[in-house]
């Protein structure tokens, strides 16, 4: 699927694998980013968490030099969750990080490495706020049960602090490539004109489907959409979005973490059916990224970066061979085969073609693999031979998809 929005936000279809960042001063806590919520902490004892973030290790280039060794292109970063804290200097609240022992706007030592290093950046913004007076908290998901005291629902009122924060985040940093909406149905308001705000003062930024308007592209998450296993190649714009904790998003100091396996398939399984690929980490409170996410994602490089030409700039074929584990992608006369699940055996039989390639090598290894044209004995398919590559040396690979290559004189 070659999906063109036919101006500067078709950035997003060359660079397709993104690092998403949750922090703030959740992250002190080190459970979950909604812990103000989930746990029920009182909004007067949460918000204490504002004098004691101090992430004086944090150095935006060190996170930008794991992203690079993950193979990632672009960053999104919350600028604030549903807390309501503002991980930038806004004019518009106290409540943001130039009033922590820190003092420094986080997002725009950020968005300086990203710009100086040509990452795109994209900003997410939780449309619910625990902490703002007009925000209309009535229990709904992601809410405070109801108002508190001194509090002034108001949702006219909230919605131009709103804008008044998108308009600060969209001018103060330099170029956004994207904004990220979160929860933007829980306040039950729609109006189209926010996005267009953000498409006349960054053109080139694309924006996701949980806004207050329609969006450019859909944002599955974790494995709870359907459609990402079932559908062989998408039909719209997508970007799945994956934490590489079970858990949370923000930093969990008792995280367990997604097996190299399940993220290796997940990757794959998303990159090749046309979308893109946003990792979450959740940096700890003093700004360094937990040990076992440098571990996960310098492996996952490790793997993307030799599989990467099977990814990017590809189409999807469908029809070549009848394992719903295996995913084909092409360019010119290549084909690339990806055994995104553990394969059963070590041999592949692509049903529909019968020509031998002219070179067949295994991206994980660079090595030589064997092909041969030939009748399959269990296929009942007696004189229609085709094309079979064997002696997969799929003992060892139990971490990550293979890939085979297969490089053809002519393709039909
Ligand atoms: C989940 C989490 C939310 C997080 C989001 C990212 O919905 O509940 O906190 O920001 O995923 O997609």
Request: hydrophobic share 35%.
């Amino acid at each position: 699927m070659d999906f063109r929005f036919g101006d500067g936000r078709d950035w997003f279809f060359e660079k397709r694998f993104g690092l998403f960042l949750h922090w703030g001063i959740y992250a002190i806590d080190a459970w979950h980013e909604q812990m103000q919520y989930s746990k029920q902490v009182p909004r007067k004892v949460y918000e204490q968490l504002i004098h004691k973030f101090n992430p004086v290790r944090f150095d935006p280039d060190s996170w930008l030099d794991i992203a690079e060794e993950a193979g990632m292109e672009y960053v999104c970063f919350t600028t604030k969750h549903i807390d309501g804290f503002c991980m930038f200097d806004t004019k518009y609240t106290d409540y943001n990080i130039m009033n922590t022992p820190y003092g420094k706007d986080i997002l725009g030592m950020l968005t300086d490495a990203c710009h100086r290093r040509g990452f795109p950046v994209c900003l997410y913004y939780n449309a619910v706020n625990l902490h703002h007076p007009n925000y209309p908290n009535q229990g709904r998901t992601y809410e405070l049960p109801a108002p508190e005291e001194g509090d002034e629902p108001d949702i006219g009122r909230y919605m131009d602090f709103l804008r008044d924060q998108v308009a600060e985040l969209c001018t103060n940093y330099g170029e956004i490539k994207g904004f990220w909406w979160d929860t933007g149905d829980v306040p039950g308001y729609r109006d189209e004109s926010i996005n267009e705000m953000i498409r006349r003062l960054q053109p080139n930024a694309v924006i996701n489907n949980r806004g207050f308007g329609e969006g450019d592209f859909g944002t599955p998450e974790r494995d709870w959409d359907e459609f990402v296993e079932k559908d062989q190649v998408f039909s719209k714009p997508t970007e799945a979005c994956q934490s590489i904790g079970y858990e949370s998003w923000g930093y969990r100091e008792d995280e367990d973490f997604y097996s190299d396996r399940y993220l290796s398939e997940s990757i794959d399984k998303v990159l090749a059916k046309g979308g893109n690929y946003l990792l979450n980490v959740g940096p700890k409170a003093d700004g360094t990224f937990p040990e076992e996410a440098c571990r996960i994602l310098r492996t996952l490089g490790g793997w993307y970066r030799k599989v990467r030409v099977s990814l990017n700039d590809v189409d999807t074929v469908i029809g070549l061979v009848s394992d719903s584990n295996i995913i084909i992608t092409r360019k010119e006369n290549k084909l690339f085969v990806h055994l995104n699940k553990f394969p059963a055996a070590g041999c592949v039989w692509l049903n529909s073609i019968d020509i031998m390639p002219q070179k067949a090598v295994l991206l994980n290894n660079g090595e030589a693999l064997e092909a041969r044209v030939e009748l399959t004995p269990s296929h009942n398919n007696k004189d229609k031979k085709c094309l079979r590559i064997r002696n997969l040396p799929v003992n060892d690979y139990p971490n990550e998809v293979m890939i085979i290559e297969l490089e053809f004189e002519e393709l039909p």
